[in-house]
């Protein structure tokens, strides 16, 4: 991962585990403070991947959100977490930044919509035995189709609005490539969402050529990610202040 620019982050550092030396800011910021302290959330899978392609994507989403808050005067401090502690921490943590959240019709209320950072393709990756009709919501809840997806997040609401039933969704904390693509090779899965560049770096992973013949069965194209703040963890003053400083759209 890049150094920290100085900017307006907070001095205080964060571990790749998230462990944080809060010896300058006294932990978290308090609710009145002023100006107020905000954490920026990164998913630590990028330190636990073996691909160098999803640690350079991470790193450029965090780049990008990093020299935004610098360019408004938002002081942060960077924290790396699982997705899942960073879903709980937009729900009961505080001042609580998500770094490349997807802008959904569900959580659009639930965010501040800080800055987009950039659009991506996702793909529904399964068995190559399966056709489009096999896929249409009827044939789904008749047949025996079972997908995959990470705790808590957006990959999992689509396979929902696919009509998946929520017994059919094995929602796995922490995923992993090699964990997705080794439920499906043991025949667990049928199949699973993969984003543009996670596809690609799948594809060259030895576990890929292993299993049934794999396909890309749909394609979601062009879905928002987002520098997004959770209305959940924020004080009135803090909302007022990202509401007045968003660039949404």
């Known amino acids: ?18 462990a944080t030396n809060t010896s300058s800011l006294g932990g978290k910021a308090p609710i009145d403070q002023d100006p107020p302290v905000f954490d920026l959330y990164v998913d630590h899978s990028v330190i636990v991947t073996p691909d160098s392609k999803n640690i350079q994507q991470v790193a450029r989403f965090l ?19 699982p997705w899942t502690r960073i879903m709980r921490e937009a729900g009961d943590g505080r001042n609580t930044l998500v770094n490349a959240l997807i802008r959904t019709k569900e959580r659009e ?69 090699e964990k997705d693509i080794h439920l499906f090779n043991r025949l667990r899965t049928q199949v699973f969402i993969l ?25 979601f194209p062009d879905l928002d990610i987002y520098l997004a ?3 959940a963890s924020l004080s009135k003053e803090a909302a007022a202040l990202l509401t007045s400083i968003a660039e949404p759209d």
């Not at 690609?200 to 394609?219: C, F, T």
């Open 1 to 18: 991962m890049p150094d920290h620019p100085a900017g307006r982050q907070a001095s205080d550092g964060t571990s790749p585990e998230g």
């Open 63 to 81: 780049k990008f959100s990093q020299e935004y808050l610098d360019r408004v005067g938002l002081r942060y401090r960077v924290r790396y977490l």
């Open 109 to 177: 209320t639930e965010y501040i919509w800080l800055k987009k950072i950039e659009s991506m393709d996702y793909y529904l990756i399964g068995d190559a035995a399966l056709s489009v009709e096999d896929l249409k919501p009827i044939n789904i809840l008749k047949g025996n189709i079972v997908a995959s997806c990470e705790f808590n997040t957006a990959q999992c609401g689509m396979l929902q609005t696919m009509g998946f039933p929520v017994n059919r969704v094995i929602q796995i904390s922490n995923l992993i490539l």
């Open 195 to 219: 984003h543009q560049d996670d596809l690609q770096a799948a594809q060259r992973l030895p576990v890929w050529r292993e299993g049934p013949e794999k396909a890309i069965l749909m394609r």
């Open 229 to 231: 703040a959770s209305r």
